[in-house]
């Protein structure tokens, strides 16, 4: 008996744990997601400007493409007109075609 109280009056070391000295890999994730995030705030920024810059230019060309394509429209509503057509024929000294030679046409 004299030896389990010799074991129970006994103090016990407690050994300290020593946390390990590891790399904070939490804190190398937060800081590599930070740099994306202010990366992206900072491209997004700078195109941004651009566009601003660009866009008169962009206006001048989309006013300068549309106004040449209301120009051809006119011309080309000019150019098939009945009266245009019938001067060229005059012009040309062509035949307008009569109603006869229609029919032998469709025959």
């Known amino acids: 008996m004299q030896t389990s109280d010799f074991h129970s009056a006994r103090i016990t070391k407690t050994e300290e744990v020593k946390p390990k ?3 904070p890999w939490v804190y190398v994730v937060s800081g590599l ?3 994306v995030f202010a990366g992206s705030i900072w491209f ?3 195109a941004k ?3 601003l810059r660009r866009q008169p230019v962009y ?3 989309k006013s300068y493409v549309q106004d040449e394509i209301h120009q051809l429209e006119l011309e080309e509503s000019a150019l098939t007109s009945v009266q ?3 001067k060229i024929v005059t012009e040309l000294k062509m035949v307008e075609p009569t109603e ?3 029919v032998i046409w469709d025959k």
Do not use: L, P
Request: hydrophobic residues 25%.
């Open 49 to 51: 400007d651009v566009a």
């Open 59 to 61: 206006e001048r060309q």
């Open 33 to 35: 997601s930070f740099c």
């Open 44 to 46: 997004s920024s700078y």
């Open 84 to 86: 245009s057509v019938r």
């Open 21 to 23: 000295k590891r790399f």
């Open 100 to 102: 006869t030679s229609q």
